[in-house]
């Protein structure tokens, strides 16, 4: 099969990429041709602002790649800014696009609604409003008498979101009087919903992604993955709304210029399985990951500062690792037998975490030493590695360049 994936360089990856991404790259390219690219265009569509750090980034996703054990023999590793034909493909899918397939894309707007709704949120808290003083809904009336103190907060939070939500997602685009009357009915004071809205209404907020190119970005990824002719794309659960759209892209594009694209196929990737030290999602910008790059020292504190089985107060005890991120991590990490023994010491408190945590410390770096080794090869001879990429972006460009010759006959483009 004909796979295509990529990532963008926003840094350094960490294990949550490693058991989210890679790890399925790295068994696909097994008994797959598989065309993997360091998406840059695609980090510039919301950090267009942030192209200081962009070539570095690439570089540092070369480095993580093929010390993870991604294989140029076996894939196409590319940069995709260097293969000119996805940004051609994705002019001439932009003329054939309807704008609403792009403004009703899940992600464009739940990430408008986020940006929003935390605005709205840190305005009222600012103001110190109290809210819920007369509320609409009778659950949440008897929610909020039994609640206190931060628990209320929690209510009021929630109840904001499930507002705004609707009103949010009632019409194409933003309804931002649907949203003022929902607000009013939270109890808020009518001028201070109005002073928020208009804030809303010609503020900056949300406008870094106001851009054409944060809109059209779907438009950019049907490009990247038709212009292979892909068979299949490995993607999250939450991407397929996106595959989506390449895929009705593709349609109008045969219904209208004859056959030219599959319409590829989802390979659902599982949910990475990893947790941050605290407890979140894995993210930069959490501070809460273990990178594939960090050394042994650091692996070692990081897991000295995860959280465990909360009512695990004292030594003596008892556990239950069913709730405990030190747990989830061995599972991954340590043998077998190991991960047993933990399964049976920690309910009778016959381990201590700082014990179990050095046992998990231990087994990352286990996991991460050849990585390093690796690593060690590749940032020594960088230059070589960057060239692979070159020959890389050479392969897809001759690839690329065949689709879309086709696609210029297709369409009946002038051609010398
Ligand atoms: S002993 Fe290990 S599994 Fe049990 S609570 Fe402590 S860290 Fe978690």
């Given at each position: 099969m004909r796979i295509v994936s990529g990532m963008r360089p926003t840094g350094k990856l960490h294990l949550g990429h490693y058991f989210g991404?890679?790890?399925?790259?790295?068994?696909?390219?097994?008994?797959?041709?598989?065309?993997?690219?360091?998406?840059?265009?695609?980090?510039?569509?919301?950090?267009y602002k942030e192209t200081e750090s962009l070539k570095e980034n690439i570089k540092e996703m070369i480095i993580d790649w093929l010390s993870v054990g991604l294989d140029p023999e076996k894939n196409v590793l590319f940069i995709q800014s260097q293969v000119k034909q996805h940004s051609e493909l994705a002019l001439l899918f932009s003329?054939?696009?309807?704008?609403?397939?792009?403004?009703?894309?899940?992600?464009?707007?739940?990430?408008?609604?986020?940006?929003?709704y935390q605005y709205l949120r840190d305005f009222f808290l600012g103001k110190n409003v109290k809210v819920l003083q007369t509320p609409p809904i009778k659950k949440v009336d008897e929610a909020l008498e039994e609640a206190t103190g931060k628990q209320k907060n929690k209510i009021y939070d929630e109840y904001l979101r499930?507002?705004?939500f609707r009103a949010f997602?009632?019409?194409?685009?933003?309804?931002?009087k649907g949203l003022k009357e929902n607000l009013m009915k939270l109890g808020l004071s009518k001028k201070i919903v109005e002073e928020a809205i208009k804030n809303l209404e010609t503020g900056d907020i949300g406008k870094d992604i106001d851009t054409l190119g944060f809109l059209s970005y779907p438009v950019l990824q049907a490009a990247d993955i038709l212009i292979y002719k892909a068979d299949a794309v490995p993607i999250g659960e939450d991407q397929l709304p996106h595959l989506e759209l390449t895929r009705e892209i593709a349609r109008r594009f045969n219904n209208l210029y004859g056959k030219t694209f599959p319409?590829?196929?989802?390979?659902?990737?599982?949910?990475?399985?990893l947790l941050g030290i605290d407890g979140r999602k894995m993210s930069k910008s959490y501070n809460n990951a273990i990178y594939l790059s960090d050394n042994s020292k650091e692996v070692e504190q990081k897991v000295l500062m995860m959280k465990t089985d909360p009512n695990r107060i004292k030594r003596t005890d008892k556990g239950n690792p069913d709730v405990c991120i030190v747990f989830?991590?061995?599972?991954?990490?340590?043998?077998?037998?190991?991960?047993?023994?933990?399964?049976?010491?920690?309910?009778?408190?016959?381990?201590?975490?700082?014990?179990?945590k050095k046992l998990l410390a231990d087994s990352i770096n286990k996991f991460l030493e050849p990585i390093r080794e690796k690593r060690e090869e590749v940032k020594k001879d960088i230059e070589k590695y960057i060239n692979v990429f070159k020959e890389g972006c050479k392969t897809a460009s001759i690839e690329a360049e065949k689709t879309m010759e086709e696609v210029r006959d297709n369409m009946k483009l002038w051609k010398f």
């Open positions: 991404v890679l790890k399925n790259w790295i068994d696909l390219q097994e008994n797959n041709r598989c065309f993997f690219f360091i998406a840059d265009w695609h980090a510039l569509t919301n950090k003329m054939i696009t309807p704008k609403s397939w792009l403004e009703l894309n899940p992600s464009y707007k739940d990430l408008k609604f986020n940006l929003y499930e507002l705004f997602y009632n019409k194409r685009g933003i309804d931002f319409e590829p196929k989802h390979i659902l990737t599982e949910e990475a399985k989830s991590y061995h599972k991954l990490f340590t043998d077998k037998n190991t991960v047993e023994n933990i399964n049976v010491e920690c309910r009778k408190a016959g381990i201590g975490c700082v014990e179990c």
